[in-house]
Nanobody
């Protein structure tokens, strides 16, 4: 059974940084590919995706402050710098199977930015 584990969320002051992690277990064919978030009272929104290694896309509003990456063990990261109050949200990891058309979501990790 595929299981996604996200970590790294927490509380931070405006201007601070956090790094989120996402690891997949249960299948060697599934790898994390994207980050999304859902703020209070808002719809889930796209942050960034790794299309191929070295080729990433970002939502325009996230460019410059957020960086997505993935290491050789297929743990995916989201480095978030200069955090703003409006970045407060639950952050979700999305993983896809490389052999079948299936997607998997993590349970989410809370990021709270407040002074």
């Amino acid at each position: 059974q595929v299981h996604l584990v996200e970590s790294g969320g927490g509380s931070v002051q405006p201007g601070g940084s956090l790094r989120l992690s996402c690891a997949v277990s249960g299948s060697t064919f599934v790898r994390p590919v994207a980050w999304y978030r859902q703020g209070p009272g808002k719809q889930r929104e796209f942050i960034a995706e790794i299309i191929t290694d070295g080729n990433e896309i970002y939502a325009n509003s996230m460019k410059g402050r957020f960086t997505i990456s993935r290491d050789v063990k297929d743990t995916m990261y989201l480095q978030m710098n200069n955090l703003k109050i409006e970045d407060t949200a639950v952050y979700y990891c999305l993983a896809r199977s490389r052999i079948v058309s299936e997607e998997y979501w993590g349970q989410g990790t809370q990021v709270t930015v407040s002074s």
